[in-house]
Protein backbone atom coordinates (compact mmCIF):
# COMPACT_ATOMS: atom_id res chain seq x y z
CA UNK A 1 0.00 0.00 0.00
CA UNK A 2 2.90 2.07 0.69
CA UNK A 3 3.93 2.48 -3.44
CA UNK A 4 0.28 3.87 -4.08
CA UNK A 5 0.47 6.54 -1.07
CA UNK A 6 3.59 7.03 -2.67
CA UNK A 7 5.20 6.83 1.34
CA UNK A 8 8.65 6.57 0.85
CA UNK A 9 9.38 6.37 4.33
CA UNK A 10 13.26 4.27 4.23
CA UNK A 11 16.17 6.75 3.42
CA UNK A 12 19.58 6.00 2.88
CA UNK A 13 22.12 7.17 5.47
CA UNK A 14 24.39 8.20 2.88
CA UNK A 15 22.46 10.18 0.35
CA UNK A 16 19.03 11.62 -0.51
CA UNK A 17 17.43 8.49 -1.70
CA UNK A 18 14.48 7.68 -0.36
CA UNK A 19 12.62 3.94 -0.62
CA UNK A 20 9.48 2.11 -0.01
CA UNK A 21 10.59 -0.90 1.30
CA UNK A 22 13.44 -1.40 3.91
CA UNK A 23 14.96 -4.14 1.88
CA UNK A 24 15.76 -2.06 -0.87
CA UNK A 25 16.90 0.53 1.25
CA UNK A 26 19.15 -2.30 2.53
CA UNK A 27 19.98 -3.00 -0.57
CA UNK A 28 21.45 0.36 -1.41
CA UNK A 29 23.20 0.82 1.49
CA UNK A 30 25.61 -1.70 0.24
CA UNK A 31 26.60 0.46 -3.01
CA UNK A 32 28.19 2.89 -0.80
CA UNK A 33 29.27 0.55 2.10
CA UNK A 34 30.48 -1.88 -0.13
CA UNK A 35 29.22 -4.89 1.73
CA UNK A 36 28.71 -7.86 -0.50
CA UNK A 37 27.04 -10.81 1.33
CA UNK A 38 26.69 -13.08 -2.47
CA UNK A 39 29.17 -14.97 -3.34
CA UNK A 40 29.48 -17.08 -6.45
CA UNK A 41 30.08 -20.81 -5.58
CA UNK A 42 31.80 -21.26 -8.36
CA UNK A 43 34.79 -18.66 -8.47
CA UNK A 44 34.09 -16.67 -5.45
CA UNK A 45 33.21 -13.51 -6.51
CA UNK A 46 31.07 -11.52 -4.47
CA UNK A 47 28.36 -9.66 -5.01
CA UNK A 48 25.59 -6.97 -3.18
CA UNK A 49 22.31 -8.78 -4.13
CA UNK A 50 21.34 -12.13 -4.35
CA UNK A 51 19.87 -11.77 -7.89
CA UNK A 52 23.50 -10.30 -9.05
CA UNK A 53 25.17 -13.73 -7.80
CA UNK A 54 22.61 -15.75 -9.34
CA UNK A 55 22.95 -13.94 -12.56
CA UNK A 56 26.83 -14.07 -12.79
CA UNK A 57 26.41 -18.30 -11.39
CA UNK A 58 24.79 -18.36 -15.30
CA UNK A 59 27.56 -18.16 -16.79
CA UNK A 60 29.65 -20.71 -15.23
CA UNK A 61 26.66 -23.39 -15.83
CA UNK A 62 25.82 -22.18 -19.35
CA UNK A 63 22.27 -21.32 -18.43
CA UNK A 64 20.40 -19.05 -20.68
CA UNK A 65 16.55 -19.26 -19.55
CA UNK A 66 15.50 -16.21 -21.99
CA UNK A 67 15.06 -17.71 -25.38
CA UNK A 68 14.91 -15.74 -28.76
CA UNK A 69 11.62 -15.83 -30.19
CA UNK A 70 13.11 -15.57 -33.86
CA UNK A 71 16.30 -17.85 -33.40
CA UNK A 72 18.12 -20.30 -31.74
CA UNK A 73 19.98 -17.93 -29.77
CA UNK A 74 19.39 -17.34 -25.29
CA UNK A 75 20.42 -14.62 -22.76
CA UNK A 76 20.72 -14.65 -19.02
CA UNK A 77 18.92 -11.53 -18.95
CA UNK A 78 15.47 -10.51 -20.19
CA UNK A 79 17.77 -7.34 -21.63
CA UNK A 80 20.25 -9.02 -23.60
CA UNK A 81 17.52 -11.06 -25.42
CA UNK A 82 15.24 -7.96 -25.97
CA UNK A 83 18.43 -5.75 -27.69
CA UNK A 84 18.94 -9.01 -29.47
CA UNK A 85 15.27 -9.05 -30.76
CA UNK A 86 16.03 -5.58 -32.48
CA UNK A 87 18.38 -7.45 -34.95
CA UNK A 88 15.12 -9.44 -36.10
CA UNK A 89 13.53 -6.22 -36.61
CA UNK A 90 15.57 -5.11 -39.86
CA UNK A 91 15.86 -4.38 -42.70
CA UNK A 92 15.90 -0.92 -42.01
CA UNK A 93 16.11 1.26 -45.42
CA UNK A 94 17.47 4.49 -46.07
CA UNK A 95 15.54 6.86 -47.61
CA UNK A 96 17.87 8.94 -49.68
CA UNK A 97 20.14 5.86 -51.57
CA UNK A 98 19.34 1.76 -52.14
CA UNK A 99 21.17 0.75 -49.01
CA UNK A 100 19.34 -1.40 -45.98
CA UNK A 101 21.11 -2.33 -42.75
CA UNK A 102 19.89 -5.31 -40.69
CA UNK A 103 20.23 -2.75 -37.35
CA UNK A 104 18.96 0.47 -36.92
CA UNK A 105 22.02 1.92 -35.40
CA UNK A 106 24.03 1.33 -38.52
CA UNK A 107 21.45 3.16 -40.30
CA UNK A 108 21.59 5.82 -38.48
CA UNK A 109 25.37 5.65 -38.47
CA UNK A 110 24.91 5.03 -42.25
CA UNK A 111 22.89 8.18 -42.50
CA UNK A 112 25.13 10.57 -40.16
CA UNK A 113 28.42 9.49 -42.53
CA UNK A 114 27.23 9.20 -45.83
CA UNK A 115 24.21 11.84 -45.86
CA UNK A 116 25.11 14.44 -43.39
CA UNK A 117 23.59 17.47 -45.10
CA UNK A 118 21.93 15.79 -47.95
CA UNK A 119 18.20 15.56 -48.74
CA UNK A 120 18.06 13.65 -51.87
CA UNK A 121 19.32 10.22 -52.81
CA UNK A 122 22.73 10.29 -52.82
CA UNK A 123 24.52 8.60 -55.21
CA UNK A 124 27.75 8.29 -54.28
CA UNK A 125 27.63 5.90 -51.41
CA UNK A 126 29.72 3.11 -50.79
CA UNK A 127 29.69 -0.26 -49.53
CA UNK A 128 29.81 -0.20 -45.42
CA UNK A 129 31.40 -2.61 -43.40
CA UNK A 130 27.98 -2.72 -41.60
CA UNK A 131 26.04 -3.20 -44.22
CA UNK A 132 24.17 -6.87 -44.43
CA UNK A 133 22.03 -8.48 -47.06
CA UNK A 134 18.19 -7.90 -46.71
CA UNK A 135 17.43 -11.08 -46.15
CA UNK A 136 17.34 -12.10 -42.32
Known sequence: ?????????????????????????????????????????????????????????????????????????????PFNRQVHHMTHSGPHMCDLCPKTFIEIDFLKKHINTKHKNASIADSECTTDMEMLPTEV
Open 1 to 77: MRIHKNERNYACDYCSKTFYMPGSRNRHLRTHTGIRPYSCKYCGKAFCSLGEQRKHEMIHTGERPYKCLYCDKAFIT
